[in-house]
């Protein structure tokens, strides 16, 4: 309810659009850059696997060791797999709070671009 309240009624300028790409440089305030995120699997491994759309995220090397268990040992998988369907649940966690924390970044980039344009302006002015 507050990011709603926050998008759409009190501060619809400074915002993040989670639906575009960020505004800002992804490198801008890290001086020693940032770890890419990237996935081992290719389409092609995914196809075979038949790995839905939605699956298909950063966490989808996890959940294709938690398929091949699962094919492993079908009628037991929580007794064989538990440990793979616990990585695959952590990865989801982690790239939830990533993404959460970027949105962050965005909206606070975007008020400090707006205080430093307001400032400037006012400065105009004098």
């Not at 797999?81 to 952590?90: K, P, R, S, T």
């Amino acid at each position: 309810m507050g990011n709603m309240w926050y998008s759409y009624v009190s501060n619809p300028d400074t915002a993040p659009d989670f639906k575009n790409p960020p505004t800002f440089d992804p490198m801008y305030g890290f001086p020693d850059g940032r770890q890419e995120r990237t996935i081992c699997a290719t389409r092609e491994q995914l196809d075979r696997a038949k790995v839905p759309l939605k699956k298909r995220d950063y966490c989808v090397d996890y959940y294709m060791k938690f398929l091949e268990c699962r094919q492993k040992h079908f009628p037991r998988v929580w007794s064989y797999c538990h440990d793979q369907i616990h990585e695959w649940e952590h990865c989801q966690i982690e790239d939830t709070v990533l993404r959460v924390k970027e949105w962050e970044r965005e909206k606070r980039l975007k008020e400090r671009a707006k205080r430093k344009a307001r400032r400037e302006s006012m400065e105009a002015l004098d």
